[in-house]
């Protein structure tokens, strides 16, 4: 069982930046494909961001492209989100998820979850 625990969440002016981490515990980290999604008040949950298992691929949603990088340090067993130019429709709780062997896409199924951290943007 992989466990995620996010961090680095908090609030932030719209045009800030935030880091958020996920560590995970499995030794095998390097074999999951690492996702952020994100959901709003009222809203679905929506993939945010992705990154293969293998070769470094990386996929976003039309509306964090250009500001928001997901890397990864399998060193660490941690995978990051980097937020630039905030805007408050960002705020959310925002999850990391795992798959072992994916690609990272948005619709692939993700088989772990973390338990979410918050992200407030105010105006």
């Known amino acids: 069982q992989v466990q995620l625990v996010e961090s680095g969440g908090g609030s932030a002016q719209a045009g800030g930046s935030l880091r958020l981490s996920c560590a995970a515990s499995?030794?095998?980290?390097?074999?999951?494909?690492m996702g952020w999604f994100r959901q709003a008040p009222g809203k679905q949950r929506e993939f945010v961001a992705g990154i293969s298992w293998i070769g470094g691929s990386t996929y976003y949603a039309n509306s964090v492209k250009g500001r928001f990088t997901i890397s990864r340090d399998n060193a660490k067993n941690t995978v990051y989100l980097q937020m630039n130019s905030l805007k408050p429709e960002d705020t959310a709780v925002y999850y990391c998820?795992?798959?072992?062997?994916?690609?990272?896409?948005?619709?692939?199924?993700?088989?772990?979850w973390g338990q979410g951290t918050q992200v407030t943007v105010s105006s």
């Open positions: 998820a795992a798959r072992l062997h994916g690609q990272g896409r948005g619709l692939d199924p993700y088989d772990h």
């Open positions: 499995a030794g095998t980290f390097s074999r999951y494909a």
